[in-house]
């Protein structure tokens, strides 16, 4: 298929996208507030890059979060209330801030789910990604193992978003796993009506994914 047709694709699909975003109250809580089976597990903060309802990356955060293996345990860390960085605002931040930034610190490591803007990551997962960082001396990410899974109804599965927030990444110091360096594409023929992986491709990529992750994160821990 040439690259057009892909990109008129792509429009098509931009009207689902301006669906109105949602508080973090609304968010659904269901696989965010299981306890670990295990309490020696590792904990692995899932952060969603998209704020609409319905959200592709949401539903594949999901189907990470069921099929983590033995010795992992994922939970959302909700980034919907962040309010935009601002520096003026750090000798009094907004509570917003600070109870994201606590959250984060309570994780061993962290997986970054991407969609797709413009090339790039959307502006809410770099905002989440800054207000981690600062103030100077206090980057919560600092020397933390992370995992990135890209996500776009487009065949290229939101690779440049992928490589854009692996460049972040790395400036704030984590450590980001090289491979699988997962991107899916297509991904609004993945799921069923009730969000659900349908797609058993796809349940084997994440799975050796989340494989490589678990061995990846002993490395730093
Ligand atoms: C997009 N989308 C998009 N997709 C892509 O593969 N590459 C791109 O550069 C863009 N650019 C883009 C810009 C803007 C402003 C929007 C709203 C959308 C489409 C995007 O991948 C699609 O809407 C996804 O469904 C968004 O991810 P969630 O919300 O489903 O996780």
């Given at each position: 298929?040439?690259?057009?047709?892909?990109?008129?694709?792509?429009?098509?699909?931009?009207?689902?996208?301006?669906?109105?975003?949602?508080?973090?109250?609304?968010?659904?809580?269901?696989?965010s507030e299981i306890e670990p089976d295990d309490l020696s597990a590792r904990k692995v903060a899932v952060i969603i890059g998209s704020l609409r309802r319905g959200a592709y990356s949401r539903m594949a955060a999901n189907a990470l979060i069921a099929m983590a293996p033995q010795g992992l345990h994922l939970e959302i860390v909700e980034i919907l209330d962040l309010t935009l960085f601002n520096q003026d605002l750090e000798d009094d931040p907004p509570v917003a801030w600070t109870v994201f930034r606590?959250?984060?610190?309570?994780?061993?490591?962290?997986?970054?789910?991407?969609?797709?803007?413009?090339?790039s990551m959307p502006a809410p997962l770099k905002n989440a990604v800054d207000i981690g960082s600062r103030p100077?001396?206090?980057?919560?990410?600092d020397g933390v193992p992370a995992g990135v899974v890209s996500t776009s109804p487009g065949a290229l599965g939101g690779i440049s978003s992928n490589n854009h927030l692996r460049q972040t990444l790395t400036n704030v110091n984590m450590?980001?796993?090289?491979?699988?360096?997962?991107?899916?594409?297509?991904?609004?023929?993945?799921?069923?009506e009730n969000?659900?992986?349908?797609?058993?491709?796809?349940?084997?990529?994440?799975?050796?994914?989340?494989?490589?992750?678990?061995?990846?994160?002993?490395?730093f821990l």
């Open positions: 298929m040439g690259i057009g047709l892909v990109e008129m694709e792509l429009e098509s699909k931009l009207d689902e996208a301006l669906m109105e975003s949602f508080p973090a109250s609304d968010a659904p809580a269901s696989l606590d959250r984060v610190r309570e994780f061993d490591a962290v997986i970054f789910m991407a969609p797709e803007y413009n090339r100077p001396g206090q980057n919560l990410w450590f980001v796993l090289p491979q699988p360096n997962v991107s899916i594409g297509r991904v609004d023929t993945l799921f069923d969000g659900n992986l349908t797609n058993e491709g796809t349940k084997k990529y994440l799975a050796s994914f989340l494989d490589s992750f678990a061995k990846w994160i002993e490395k």
